[in-house]
């Protein structure tokens, strides 16, 4: 999947629904780039906005979305509960996966740059994209609010980062950045008091709860020197919480915003609430994710809870994402939809997984049919897949063993490393078919001018390469299943050592199959420097694969005797 990230802008206008409308369909101008979710507040008169999609497109949906809220917000005539000092008042970029919080952070100085030079508006950093640690804080930068901006920017210490150190009447100010990921989580609780909830959130919560003299709960307050209440800190890392009864589901819930999930990951904030609860006579039953969650999120928390089972962790996506809902209890208060709440898949285009998301029927039929694409590039890639897939089956059997109990950690990660060359080649059985439809597009382009012939002669140069370039990945990434295999085949369960062999049988087909289309699409590239080190590295991956496939099915023949 390529590098995602987030972005959450909030706009000062929560009343006027066509206003919102235009600056949401800004946004939705950018290909790229998805709207999520709207959420307008009267009240607040304030409007949060949650898009994303791959980086560049992001960036720009951002940008013209805070442009069209500059020209149809005025500033001078807002009113609302909600702190704000512009008509775009904060936009953060959040990265969501394939891409560090560091080059988020250069995203965002990137589109505060040009908010403040295209569009004239004063523009501050905070969190990871502020440099000076005194500026970080939202809350200190939006001190003073609108009212307050113009006398503010007046001192020296306030000028913006970027835009006129000029105050702008009509639009404010916008303050950009980068920032983790928040979840909003809800630990459901089988009691209806809202004070034994509160105390479990004063227990794990960060700032944990005023000190206090004698007595716990009735003791004075311990203050510092500036008379400021002393904390006793909670236990986990990045959390706020609060207790509180929700009157629809007639129970207690300790609601939780989960603001660095490196810090503290969601399995982790769960299993201490539990742990609270517990010392408190309170027994949790479930939970509720409010919003959508990263899919890394789920992943780490279905390979913890495997984890704290003795169970391998080599298990598909789907299977890690089953585990963390049932063991989070996910499900407790309204079905859990993955395909609706986890963001990745929200932004996936299904149009990129067309071969892989057939059934084993249709994709034969689809390979059957009267027509080029998919060949034996994607079948190769196919049937790649599936050899590591009956590797990855054997160190699974083989970490649930009955007696093998104490070798559970290393097939499981044996079965983690195929579960990684699986996806990759499931990839590749799309990523072949797209490559041939980048050969026949460069055909088609049109070649009556010199013009026209140049640039066609070096679509089709770059398109034959690429569909080269494919089927030689396809080798690589098969040729590592080897290495599991093996393993299995010696090492795992004797009574599927057979399953072994097919496995090898499986992928020295995908290796050999990779590299015929390897040399018929060699063919069609001209310049033959730009392929010698591919085709050198695929003669050595043909030879030693059937040398590998040998090895492993000697070692097969050896367990039947």
């Not at 020209?71 to 509960?81: N, P, T, V």
């Not at 080269?468 to 599991?484: G, I, K, Q, S």
Request: glycine residues 10%; hydrophobic residues 45%; proline residues 4%.
């Amino acid at each position: 999947m390529p590098a995602l990230i987030e972005c959450v802008p909030n706009f000062s206008e929560g009343r006027d629904l066509g206003i919102i409308r235009q600056i949401t369909a800004r946004i939705e101008s950018v290909e790229g780039a998805t709207l999520l979710h709207v959420d307008p507040g009267k009240a607040t008169n304030r409007t949060v906005v949650t898009f994303a999609g791959v980086p560049e497109a992001v960036v720009e949906g951002a940008f013209r979305a805070i442009a069209e809220a500059a020209a149809l917000i005025d500033m001078r005539k807002h009113s609302g509960e909600h702190p704000r000092m512009g008509a775009t008042d904060v936009c953060p970029l959040i990265p969501i996966s394939g891409i560090t919080m560091e080059e988020t952070a250069e995203l965002a100085r990137r589109l505060a740059e040009r908010v403040g030079r295209e569009l004239g508006i004063p523009t501050y950093l905070y969190e990871a994209a502020q440099p000076n640690p005194a500026r970080k804080n939202l809350a200190v930068i939006r001190a003073g609010e609108y009212e307050g901006l113009e006398h503010k920017m007046k001192a020296s210490a306030w000028a913006p980062d970027f835009g006129p150190s000029m105050f702008n009447a009509q639009a404010g100010a916008t303050v950009i950045g980068a920032r983790d990921f928040l979840v909003a989580f809800n630990v459901n609780l089988n009691t209806t008091s809202t004070r034994r909830a509160n105390a479990i959130a004063f227990d794990v919560r960060e700032i944990g709860r005023p000190k206090r003299e004698g007595h716990p709960l009735t003791g004075k307050v311990v203050t510092d020197a500036s008379g400021q209440p002393v904390m006793v800190p909670g236990t986990l890392a990045s959390v706020k919480a609060i207790g509180w009864y929700i009157e629809e589901y007639g129970i207690a819930q300790v609601s939780m915003n989960l603001t660095d999930l490196g810090r503290t990951p969601l399995h982790a904030a769960f299993d201490e609430v539990c742990r609270a609860a517990e010392a408190r006579g309170v027994r949790v039953t479930g939970s509720e994710l409010v919003g959508l969650v990263p899919l890394g999120a789920m992943l780490d928390a279905g390979r913890h809870f495997l984890r704290k089972q003795r169970r391998s962790l080599g298990v598909s996506e789907e299977e890690l994402i089953k585990i963390a809902v049932s063991s989070l209890g996910l499900h407790e208060l309204a079905p859990f939809k993955p395909e609706e709440r986890i963001i990745e898949f929200r932004l996936r285009d299904t149009g990129l997984s067309r071969l892989v998301g057939l059934s084993v029927r249709a994709f034969a039929n689809e390979t059957a049919a009267e027509s080029a694409a998919p060949g034996g590039g994607s079948v190769a890639a196919a049937v790649g897949a599936l050899g590591a897939a009956l590797g990855t089956m054997v160190a699974n059997l083989s970490a649930h063993k009955r007696g093998w109990d104490e070798r559970w950690a290393e097939f499981s990660e044996w079965a983690e490393r195929g579960q990684r060359i699986k996806e990759d080649l499931l990839a590749l059985v799309d990523e072949d078919t797209r490559a041939f439809d980048r050969v026949l597009t460069a055909l088609a382009m049109p070649k009556g001018t010199d013009a026209e012939k140049a640039a066609r002669s070096a679509a089709l140069a770059d398109a034959n390469l690429g569909a080269l370039e494919v089927p030689a990945r396809v080798m690589r990434t098969a040729f590592a299943a080897f290495d599991l295999i093996r393993e299995m085949a010696a090492q795992g369960l004797p009574a599927s050592a057979s399953d072994a062999g097919v496995g090898a049988l499986c992928v020295r087909a995908a290796v050999r199959g990779a590299w015929l289309n390897v040399r018929t699409n060699a063919g069609g590239v001209k310049d033959r420097s730009r392929i010698e080190g591919i085709l050198a590295e695929g003669e050595k991956l043909d030879r030693e694969a059937a040398e590998r496939e040998a090895e492993i099915l000697a070692i097969v023949e050896r367990k039947f005797s």
